[in-house]
C-alpha cells in the first residue's frame, strides 16, 4: 500500500510540474511581441515582416479610416476574408492598431488551435497525452516562431484544432459530421487552401469506424464542405467569383506553375525526400518526427483488431492519416516554406505523446507479434 501511495503522490507531482510548464510556455510566448524575429531560419523562409501585416492591412484601415479597402484594390480581397484578418479588426477594435496587437492575433490563434488539438486528443485517448502533446507543441520552435506573427497559418492551425476536436468528439452525429465538414471548407478558404487535407483522414476513420456503412456518413461530411464553399464564396464575394478563384489559381498552378514532381517517378520521389531537408523539416524538429515514427510503429504492434477498442484508435488513425498525406501533398509541391511545416507538427505530436505513454506495451506486442518486430 505504501509503495502505491509512494507511486500516485510521484504521478500527481509530475502532473503538477506539468501543468506548471504549460503555464510558463505559454506566458513565455506573450514576452515581447513588438521584438522583430530572429534570424533562426534564415536561408529556409523570408516574408517574417512582409507577408503577416500584409495580412492584416483591411482590419488596420477599417479601424483606422473605416474603409477596409480605400484604394479600392481587390487583388487581395482573399486575405480580407481570412480568419487572421477578422481576428486582428476586433483586436484593433478594442486595443488600437499597433504592431503588438497584430502580432496578438496570430498567437491566439496559434495557441487556441494547440489546445483545441489537445483537447481532442484527451477525448479520443488519455489526458496523460493530452497534455504531453500540448507541451511537444507549445515547445515546437517553429511553431513558437510562427506563433508570434499574423501568419495565415495560424487561422489555419485554429480552425484544423477545432475540425479534430469536433471530429473526435461528434463523429457519431449527422450534424458532427456536417459541421466537421463546414470547418474543413473555413480551414481551407480563410486559412490555407491546404486544409482540404483533413477530409482524407476524416474519410480514412470514417471507413475503419463503420465499414461498408461509411457512405452515408462520409457523405455528410461532403455536404458539410460544400454547404460552407457555398455559403462562404456568397456571403463574401457575391456573384464576383474571379477574385477568389484567380487568387487560389495564382498561388496553386499560376505562380509557381505544375509542381516538377510529376514529371517522372524519379523526380517524384526526388520532391518526396528532399521535403525534409529543404524545409527544415527534419533538421528543426529531429525529436517529432523519430518519436512519431515510434509512435506509428507502436500503434501497428499493439493496437487491438477488436471492435469493441475502435473508438480509441481513432485519434492516432486520424493523426496518421493526416501526417503521411500532409507530408505527400506538401513535399510534392513546388513552393515549400517552412512555415507549411506547422500544419504537420499537430499530428506528429499526438503520435509522439502516443509514443512516449506506451511504456507498459512490451508484453502485448510479445503475444500478438513475431519476434522479428520487437526490435522495431
Excluded at 529556409?44 to 477599417?62: E, I, K
Aim: aromatic content about 18%; charged content about 10%.
Amino acid at each position: 500500500m505504501a509503495d502505491i501511495n509512494v507511486n500516485d503522490r510521484y504521478s500527481l507531482y509530475l502532473k503538477y510540474a506539468a501543468i506548471v510548464l504549460v503555464v510558463v510556455l505559454i506566458a513565455v510566448r506573450f514576452l515581447r511581441l513588438d521584438c522583430d524575429p530572429p534570424l533562426f531560419f534564415a536561408g529556409y523562409t523570408q516574408a517574417h515582416l512582409t507577408d503577416p501585416y500584409h495580412l492584416t492591412f483591411h482590419a488596420r484601415n477599417a479601424v483606422l479610416f473605416n474603409d477596409w479597402n480605400p484604394f479600392d484594390f481587390h487583388r487581395w480581397d482573399v486575405f480580407k476574408y481570412s480568419l487572421v484578418s477578422g481576428v486582428s479588426y476586433i483586436l484593433f477594435s478594442i486595443f488600437g492598431v499597433s504592431r503588438v496587437v497584430a502580432n496578438l492575433s496570430g498567437l491566439l490563434l496559434n495557441l487556441g488551435g494547440i489546445f483545441l488539438f489537445a483537447m481532442g486528443v484527451g477525448i479520443g485517448r488519455t489526458r496523460r497525452e493530452a497534455l504531453i502533446t500540448a507541451i511537444l507543441l507549445l515547445l515546437n520552435s517553429i511553431l513558437v516562431f510562427y506563433g508570434r506573427l499574423p501568419f495565415l497559418e495560424n487561422g489555419l492551425i485554429f480552425l484544423c484544432g477545432l475540425s479534430f476536436f469536433i471530429f473526435i468528439r461528434y463523429y457519431k452525429t449527422s450534424w458532427g459530421l456536417i459541421t466537421t465538414g463546414a470547418l474543413i471548407t473555413l480551414a481551407a478558404l480563410s486559412g490555407k487552401l491546404f486544409g482540404f487535407i483533413l477530409l482524407a483522414p476524416v474519410i480514412v476513420c470514417l471507413f475503419y469506424f463503420y465499414h461498408r456503412r461509411a457512405i452515408i456518413p462520409s457523405i455528410q461530411v461532403l455536404i458539410g464542405t460544400a454547404g460552407m464553399i457555398l455559403v462562404y464564396t456568397f456571403a463574401f464575394y457575391g456573384g464576383d467569383f474571379g477574385i477568389m478563384t484567380g487568387y487560389f489559381g495564382e498561388q496553386t498552378l499560376g505562380m509557381y506553375g505544375v509542381p516538377a514532381s510529376f514529371q517522372s517517378p524519379l523526380v517524384f520521389f526526388s520532391a518526396l525526400l528532399s521535403f525534409g531537408s529543404d524545409t527544415g523539416f527534419f533538421r528543426f524538429a529531429p525529436f517529432y518526427t523519430l518519436a512519431a515514427f515510434m509512435g506509428l510503429i507502436l500503434f501497428y504492434l499493439i493496437v487491438p483488431k477488436r471492435s469493441e477498442n475502435r473508438d480509441q484508435n481513432i485519434v492516432m488513425l486520424f493523426s496518421i492519416t493526416w501526417g503521411v498525406v500532409g507530408f505527400l501533398s506538401l513535399g510534392l509541391v513546388n513552393y515549400r516554406p517552412l512555415r507549411y511545416d506547422t500544419f504537420l507538427y499537430f499530428p506528429l505530436s499526438a503520435m509522439a505523446a502516443y509514443a512516449l505513454t506506451r511504456y507498459g506495451g512490451s508484453n502485448v506486442i510479445f503475444r500478438s507479434k513475431p519476434l522479428w518486430l520487437v526490435p522495431l
